[in-house]
């Protein structure tokens, strides 16, 4: 905005008789809290939402009052501000500009937050936030469920690009899709000779009444095209780090995604990896990903990427043995385990009309299985689970490519008869993960856990039939009436002794799931215990045993 614009806004804006659901007023004569900052950028971007507004404004150096007060606040601090504002918020969003209006009564600072997406609520630190006339407070569910119906009823992948036409498409990513459709789809091979480029697009379901859609430019369109379907982007970035990191290589790709998707995947060092020698159990060497699990994980980032937010997809490998993907958009299914556990495709896609090509063009699987085979896989190798991330408006998925843990993966190889759903919660027990009650009821009913939360470990019914007897001692440890009896032998020899002498006796022989402040921490219980029993008491730092003991 040009300064007499400003002026005439900032004017309009103090002259409205109160405070409403798009303006906040704040003296912030020297300064203001960030995270008061980002709470109002949420509220304030929601409700320019809902009420149909493309911005909302706060205002720093204006009371109350309507009184111009100025504020000292430093162009620095302001974009200090911006930093947080973009690192904090999900969707990611920013200030649409922090305007300066220098007035007779003092320094005023125009913040202008844009309204949220269409079917994105905006959250701050991972809370949505609200007004109610003038008060600040969390976005009710009404709220944030209206907000997000704004987006179920649009596919962005399949809007018109009315400038675009078929001039704007690769002639050899087209000669591909044509190949790929046909494998897919048989049936057409004698048709297919006398289909022109418009109707085979129509057909793959690429093109609308031959119209280029943003489908068509993101899987086929020329690279100088990507300009079409901006501020979507068609980036894949592939960056490789090493074990400590640090960025040692990187490649960007943009259109068309059907051909440079390929790219990407020669791109990634499947290195063999060798197990350590057990001819019983293990092949001698594998590849360190399956091509299926790769191809699978970077078509699922584009088929379900949400272009809407304008970033990239990212494909980060690491020489430790990882492959990570992943892309902007909330995981529509909720939760891994619910896509694993059904027998059904899902009943809803971010971008139906992409997906359908993918499907048509043998990008993707039409039944929704891919990622029920991507863990059937990592199982059938004995390696670790894929480990999903599907916070903050992104989904993270971590593919390992080795054996992490060579002695539980030995367990899974000698219980063959193990369901996919077991293996996976025994993989969070492994990792030290959280367990929900329910998958906690659920092993303790197939006796696979012992152990109290959050300190499990494979069960004694495991064990036996693994062999792993010594593992399974060692992570169960001793019991509480094996180290009272050490005690009271130790006290019964040496007369006194101090806690530091009972804990170099019993902290190697405790749970090897316990952390070392825990182990002490139990020595410490068990030695008030036998204090309560009359068995023994102190004298400054020195136990004894009573005349009971």
């Known amino acids: 905005m040009k300064n007499r614009a400003l002026s005439d806004t900032l004017d309009y804006l103090i002259s409205s008789p109160t405070e409403t659901e798009v303006l906040e007023l704040k003296e912030a004569r020297n300064s203001f809290d960030v995270d008061k900052l980002g709470r109002y950028f949420s509220a304030l971007s929601n409700e320019a939402n809902l009420k149909g507004h493309n911005e909302a404004w706060l205002l720093l150096g204006v009371s109350n009052q309507k009184e111009i007060t100025g504020t000292s606040i430093s162009q620095q601090k302001t974009n200090g501000f911006k930093l947080e504002i973009a690192k904090h918020t999900s969707p990611a969003l920013n200030f649409k500009e922090i305007h300066e209006v220098i007035t007779n009564h003092g320094r005023v600072l125009m913040c202008e937050i844009p309204a949220a997406p269409k079917g994105m609520p905006v959250a701050w630190k991972g809370h949505h936030y609200g007004r109610d006339g003038e008060s600040l407070g969390a976005l009710n569910i009404g709220e944030i469920e209206q907000i997000r119906n704004q987006q179920r009823i649009i596919d962005w992948s399949a809007q018109i690009v009315p400038e675009a036409s078929l001039d704007d498409l690769s002639p050899e990513a087209i000669k591909m899709a044509r190949e790929k459709f046909l494998q897919k789809n048989p049936k057409f091979k004698q048709d297919a000779r006398s289909w022109d480029q418009r109707k085979f697009l129509n057909k793959a379901k690429l093109c609308i009444k031959g119209k280029i859609t943003n489908t068509a430019i993101l899987l086929l369109g020329k690279p100088e095209s990507e300009h079409f379907i901006s501020p979507a982007t068609a980036t894949i970035s592939w960056i490789l780090k090493d074990s400590e990191g640090i960025e040692k290589d990187y490649e960007h790709f943009g259109c068309p995604l059907f051909i440079n998707a390929e ?135 971590d593919i390992a490519g080795k054996i992490i843990d060579e002695k539980y993966a030995r367990k899974l190889a000698q219980m063959p008869k193990l369901s996919l759903h077991e293996i996976i919660l025994l993989d969070k027990v492994a990792k030290n993960k959280g367990l929900s009650p329910e998958e906690i009821k659920f092993l303790r009913s197939r006796q696979l856990i012992e152990g109290r939360k959050p300190n499990f470990y494979i069960s004694e019914a495991v064990a036996k039939k693994t062999g792993s007897k010594s593992d399974y001692i060692k992570q169960r440890g001793i019991d509480d009436g094996y180290c009272q009896k050490v005690i009271m032998e130790y006290l019964d020899k040496f007369g006194s002794g101090k806690r530091k002498d009972f804990e170099a006796i019993l902290l190697a022989k405790l749970s090897d799931v316990l952390t070392l ?15 309560n029993k009359g068995l023994i008491f102190p004298e400054g730092k020195v136990w004894k045993m009573s005349n009971n003991g």
């Open 263 to 397: 790219k990407v995947y020669s791109k990634i060092r499947n290195l063999k990896y060798r197990y350590l020698p057990d001819s019983t159990l293990f092949p001698e060497e594998v590849q360190q990903f399956d091509p299926y699990t790769i191809r699978e994980g970077l078509n699922n980032c584009i088929a379900h990427q949400d272009y809407t937010l304008g970033g990239k997809i990212n494909v980060v490998e690491k020489e430790d043995g990882h492959l990570i993907f992943s892309n902007l958009g909330e995981f529509i299914p909720q939760s891994i385990e619910k896509v694993i556990e059904s027998d059904a495709p899902e009943a809803r896609y971010r971008n139906p009309f992409l997906c359908t090509a993918m499907v048509n063009l043998k990008m993707i699987d039409v039944i929704g299985s891919g990622i029920k085979k991507m863990f059937m896989i990592q199982k059938m190798k004995f390696f670790p689970m894929p480990d999903y991330d599907i916070t903050n408006q992104q989904v993270t998925v």
């Open 517 to 531: 402040d825990q182990k002490r921490h139990k020595v410490k219980n068990i030695l008030q215990s036998l204090k």
